[in-house]
Nanobody, 116 residues
């Protein structure tokens, strides 16, 4: 069955770094465009960054541009999000997404908290 599992979240101080991982199985990862989304408490889910199946196209939300880096390894069926210079406003539940045509797979989400 399809599995999308995030890891690497936690508590970090402002200015710190975290690297999120998304390990997938049960579908052909290299065919899918991948993305990271986040949802702050009381707000709607928003796109953080996405990357095309071959890594040719990458997009970032303006709020994370220059601080976050999305990457993938199609041989390992894995997606990452390197987050640097974290701010309190980056606190959210982060979700990994895999999308291809009508197929749309989500992870369960992982908490990232930026606080002193």
């Amino acid at each position: 069955q399809v599995q999308v599992v995030e890891s690497g979240g936690g508590l970090v101080q402002p200015g710190g770094s975290l690297k999120l991982s998304c390990k997938t199985s049960g579908f052909t990862f290299r065919w899918y465009n991948m993305g990271w989304y986040r949802q702050r408490l009381g707000e709607e889910r928003e796109l953080v960054a996405n990357i095309s199946s071959s890594s040719i196209r990458i997009n970032y939300a303006d709020s994370v541009l220059g601080r976050f880096t999305i990457s993938r390894d199609n041989a390992r069926d894995t997606l990452w999000l390197q987050m640097n210079d974290l701010r309190t406003e980056d606190t959210a539940v982060y979700y990994c997404n895999a999308r291809s045509g009508f197929y749309d797979h989500w992870g369960q989400g992982i908490q990232v908290t930026v606080s002193t």
